[in-house]
């Protein structure tokens, strides 16, 4: 109990170092973005059903897409049986929402867990490409003024009133990713779909790397229980002393026979925690220098002896170790803002034409 005490607690803490120090170089910048444009479709959203009500007539289409968060235009049965069962046991909107501490707030209608309100409104439709375009159409519509085919910040300072002048101009810049000075449809539908894109991407990276941590911890317990089990045996068995130089002659050969995976099993801890290239959802261009070429891919799964991608030009899956990855110079380009036609190629444009 001692050995393995002494032993548990160097790692958990190891562990629990590489878990917090990945997190937190990786998820804090997007995060980070996601929140700033979450906060700025919520106050959009805001203005745009004051300007329009739910289910008028401009908005019928968008609304039910939005409201679905699935895609489809018609609400699914099972969704309002859950809701009526709800509301006949008392659950539903308001109630619910004060059982998990919502008791003091002046803005009762303002809880996420109100499933009516702007921000669960936003929160669900950002769920799928489809209700993320038809919430971008339908606040840009709102916005946008009559005969114009983009809006300004000022548009959106009019909307909002003359007291939150700077807010409206903390939310252009936060939208005009491109600095182009006016917002078009298309540009507007690819912002809010790539939020919701943004939001996937840092919930994947997480299930990739606590997996990739998780079987981390799991084969260093094991080794730590091995080692732990040899001493005992050697010090307190002793028939094994007989067979130590035979023990040892295997431990020899199991060496030669595993050494490959075990060098390729370092390699990708030390690539995956510490080189930390690129996440998951990554656009990267990986380089031979030798040949003097190289792939542009998306990275669409992280584990610690390989790592799967997607390659741009033809949509092909390819999977590569973390040794050889290793030894490749890598170009994270993720933030560079692919064309239409690779978006298209991809599945990851969806215009204003495609609602």
Known sequence: MVFWMVGYLPIRIFVLYISVHYHYRSDQVQIAHFKEMHQALVALYEASIYLHLVNSRHFVLEDSIIRNSSGSGAESAPRQSASELLRKVGMDGHGIAHFFGNFKSKQQHSHWLHPVTPYAVVEHALLHPKSAAALAKRIWMSLVVQGKEAFSAKDIAEVLGPYRRDEALDIFKIIDENESGDIRLDSMVWAVVEAGRIRHSIYQTMADINHCINTFNWITLLLLAGLMIFFILLLYVPTIKDIQNTAGYLAIGLAFTVGRTVNKYLVGCFFVFFEHPFDTSDRVNICNMAANASVSAIITRQSLLYTALR?????????????????????????????????????????????
């Open 311 to 355: 390659r741009v030009n033809n949509g092909t899956d390819i999977q590569i170790t973390n040794e050889r990855l290793a030894m490749k110079r890598i170009e994270n380009i993720s933030g560079y803002i692919v064309s239409k036609c690779e978006k298209q190629q991809n599945g990851l444009y969806l215009g204003p034409e495609d609602l």
